[in-house]
């Protein structure tokens, strides 16, 4: 069994019926994948993210993604908050996410673009605490502003989604009850500190995720060259996880089976209220 802790099947690649999520999640029902979770990025998707977990029998987060902060507004929380309030009988809904903090693109560097988007990292700490949720954070080249406010805002856990630190950072998160997600960035030979990672760490601290169809892993890889050349990029879905999944038993040495008993138990430990789904 596999869970597929982190994939925006609502997202436009899978076309505006997300025909194509369907599709791709039954393939990944075939496969051995019995749930995935699906992260809300904006207020303007919570309703949807809801309503299509619901149709695939899957969980959903709600959150404001770092992205979306420069868009968002300050009402937003208040609709965020609202919703966890509404929906928090709602067995489906298993975080706040996806939040976090992102320090890769430039424009979110800018001074009052990084202050909003520890403005809303916090208050949506503030909410999961509020709600008793944990949280499923994004974290890119952030991980130490985040375990910063982490320490002053504490939460009841949750999983550093695509986690791509250090092993000291790494530690750190484990130390204060998060889950770690590896995905299809594995799966790449020169990622040799994320690999080493996925090898050594404590098996209780891992979690498998896609993020689809954002990473996609190594063999639906096309490089900017290639797609100027014509060749598409291959669509990245629920249904590459037990191949994901393969490669990271491949590194640390254990079978597929063991690693995704594993991993689906250390998810249901980062978000109890998967145990309530049928």
Excluded at 66 to 80: H, Y
Excluded at 132 to 147: E, K, N, T
Excluded at 232 to 241: S, Y
Aim: proline share 7%; glycine share 8%; charged share 20%.
């Amino acid at each position: 069994m596999w869970i597929d802790t982190h994939c925006h099947l609502d997202a436009p690649e899978f076309g505006p019926d997300h025909a194509l999520a369907v599709v791709a999640r039954e393939r990944a029902a075939a496969l051995g994948v019995k749930r995935c979770v699906i992260p809300a990025v904006a207020r303007d998707n919570f309703d949807t993210v809801r309503l299509f977990a619901h149709r695939l029998d899957d969980a959903y987060a709600l959150g404001i993604h770092p992205l979306f902060v420069p868009q968002a507004k300050d009402d937003d929380l208040d609709a965020l908050d609202a919703a966890l309030t509404e929906h928090r009988d709602d067995p489906g809904l298993v975080a706040v996410g996806e939040i976090g903090l992102d320090f890769f693109v430039p424009a979110l560097c800018e001074p009052a673009t990084r202050e909003r988007q520890i403005g809303f990292y916090r208050a949506q700490l503030k909410l999961a605490r509020k709600h008793r949720l944990p949280v499923i954070l994004h974290v890119r080249r952030s991980a130490d502003v985040l375990l910063k406010h982490l320490r002053e805002v504490t939460v009841g856990g949750g999983i550093a989604h695509a986690f791509n630190g250090s092993e000291q950072q790494a530690l750190q998160f484990i130390d204060m009850g998060f889950k770690l997600g590896f995905g299809g960035a594995c799966t790449f030979e020169p990622a040799r500190q994320l690999r080493a990672l996925a090898a050594s760490l404590p098996l209780s601290a891992l979690v498998m995720e896609t993020d689809s169809p954002d990473i996609p892993p190594q063999w639906l890889y096309a490089t900017a060259a290639q797609r100027a050349a014509g060749q598409p990029q291959g669509l990245n879905t629920p249904a590459e996880l037990p191949r994901i999944g393969s490669v990271v038993a491949g590194l640390r040495g254990i079978a597929e089976d063991v690693l995704g008993l594993a991993t689906s138990g250390n998810a249901l430990v980062a978000l109890p209220k998967l145990a309530l789904l049928p």
